[in-house]
């Protein structure tokens, strides 16, 4: 059964990168951001996702989609610095079918522990993180991707 997107007037990702939604921010490119919202899955949890309100990988440009992927690649390699997870999981949903629940293109990269269950609920059932923690993992993050040497060039 495919997913059946909430009725909403605002994109919420678009309202996170505008800073009309609270978010803890990690880094903000020429094209792509990365971001934590206070419903984690995991605390750590980070989306990365495109300026612009695109809903496919496939609607990207060259240029927007190097950015993404860079982005969630070194995001992954920031997590595993300051957090120490024995894994991660990335996901990208595309279209209803897939489970895609804003029409938004986003990745999800959040970190997995051994000792810790995973719910695979939806956003709206996970818990509210207190801001001023993801603050501090956010800082600790945007820290993290300076020490990484990279191909990535953004703002």
């Not at 959040?110 to 207190?130: H, K, N």
């Not at 945007?142 to 040497?149: E, I, Y």
Request: aromatic residues 8%; glycine residues 8%; contains cysteine.
């Amino acid at each position: 059964m495919p997913y059946i997107y909430p009725k909403r007037e605002l994109c919420p990702l678009c309202e996170y990168m505008e800073g009309r939604l609270s978010c803890s921010k990690i880094f903000r490119g020429k094209h792509v951001s990365a971001f934590m919202n206070l419903r984690q899955r995991s605390v750590g949890s980070v989306l990365v996702a495109p300026h612009r309100h695109v809903q496919s990988l496939t609607m990207l440009n060259p240029d927007e989609a190097h950015e993404l992927i860079s982005l969630s690649n070194r995001i992954g390699r920031a997590i595993v610095d300051v957090l120490k997870p024995q894994g991660l999981h990335s996901w990208c949903n595309v279209g209803e079918p897939a489970g895609q629940s804003l029409p938004h293109l986003h990745f999800q990269i959040v970190p997995r522990y051994e000792d810790v269950p995973y719910t695979f609920v939806g956003s709206a059932e996970l818990t509210i993180t207190p801001p001023a923690d993801l603050d501090v993992l956010a800082a600790r993050m945007a820290g993290s991707l300076n020490g990484f040497d990279s191909v990535f060039v953004g703002g």
